[in-house]
């Protein structure tokens, strides 16, 4: 019986199937057990659920000394951070493409979408990294349903201030922050503004 099976129909573990497979974790870890060994093999070559157990758990042991007894390849460390780190950019980039959409009221990427991207920058960077800013702003504005934002254009117009900056400090030379921001000014006729902008992005990518 496979363990998917066992935890669908959790009634056919028994309390000597759960004593005896604590038993297991003990012995594989070379602990001491309640049982004695030879009563531990009886139940496990007699018990379907036991014996499949058995076998997943000596696949995980096996697994667990061959990763402890591998030595890392050389700047494997240093590979696996440039990889986080690219992520973390990519990541960005696209948090700052969502505040975009929403200044320009565009339909942009579903909550679900966001919401899935959230939990990958926590995985890759920690709760605390996204507590600091501009994190936990923009994290917090790209989640904030159409509904509770302020009404009006001049709510509008702080809400919009409000997610340029952030987009622009999370992806300062990317090309989409910066043309949705020049246009945006254009569009609000802050055109001396918009020229101000384009001038600094240019000095930027040199």
Do not use: N, Y
């Not at 496979?2 to 309390?15: G, N």
């Not at 919401?115 to 994190?135: C, F, I, N």
């Not at 009006?152 to 922050?177: C, I, K, N, Q, Y």
């Amino acid at each position: 019986m496979s363990m998917t099976l066992e935890r669908v129909r959790p009634a056919l573990l028994t309390d000597e199937c759960r004593a005896s497979r604590q038993d297991l974790c003990r012995l594989a870890v070379g602990g001491v057990t309640q049982w004695h060994v030879a009563d531990l093999a009886r139940h496990a070559r007699g018990c379907r659920p036991c014996a499949a157990w058995v076998d997943g758990l000596a696949v995980a042991v096996g697994w667990l000394e061959r990763m402890g007894a591998a030595t890392p390849s050389a700047g494997l460390e240093d590979l696996a951070e440039s990889a986080r780190q690219a992520l973390l950019r990519e990541l960005a980039a696209r948090l700052a493409r969502d505040l975009l959409d929403d200044v320009a009221r565009a339909p942009g990427r579903p909550r679900a979408a966001r919401q899935v991207d959230a939990r990958r920058l926590l995985a890759l960077a920690g709760a605390r990294a996204l507590r600091s800013e501009p994190w936990r702003s923009a994290l917090r504005l790209a989640h904030l349903p159409p509904r509770l934002r302020p009404p009006g254009e001049d709510a509008h117009s702080v809400f919009r201030g409000v997610a340029l900056r952030l987009a622009s400090r999370l992806d300062p030379l990317g090309l989409d922050v910066a043309l949705g921001h020049i246009a945006i000014l254009e569009r609000t006729g802050q055109r001396a503004q918009a020229q101000r902008e384009a001038e600094r992005m240019l000095s930027l990518v040199g």
